[in-house]
């Protein structure tokens, strides 16, 4: 079963995380951590979603930085609801750009509410 927990990401994401964090607290931007890490199974399944399985397509890739415990997403808290406008992940997206991670929403294929470790 995938985690919110981001005791569930690497090691090395923590500083990442706590730094995405403590910015997020900083901009006023109240946020929820929506997934860390995913079993490959469910990353699977995910992916035949909308293909070969019912459902809207969520994912392009069976090969996910959640498997490997080196992202998370989030959702944006706005007068107490998510919020799912993608204007909204802007400011956040800075933020952990800022802190080194790697934003979905920089990506051909935007992906706002996820944030990721570089690789080197």
């Not at 890490?37 to 459902?55: K, M, N």
Request: one cysteine or more; aromatic letters at 10%.
């Amino acid at each position: 079963m995938a985690s919110r927990d981001p005791l569930q990401l690497l090691p090395e994401m923590w500083p990442l995380f706590s730094g995405f964090r403590q910015g997020m607290i900083e901009a006023g931007i109240d946020f929820i951590v929506t997934c860390t890490f995913r079993p490959q199974s469910e990353q699977d399944d995910l992916y035949e979603q909308g293909r070969t399985t019912p459902g809207k397509i969520v994912t392009w890739t069976k090969k996910s930085k959640h498997t490997e415990r080196k992202a998370f997403d989030i959702a944006i808290i706005k007068n107490g609801k998510i919020s799912w406008n993608e204007n909204d992940y802007v400011a956040a997206g800075r933020i952990g750009m800022k802190v080194g991670l790697e934003w979905g929403g920089s990506w051909v294929r935007s992906d706002r509410p996820h944030f990721q470790m570089k690789e080197a």
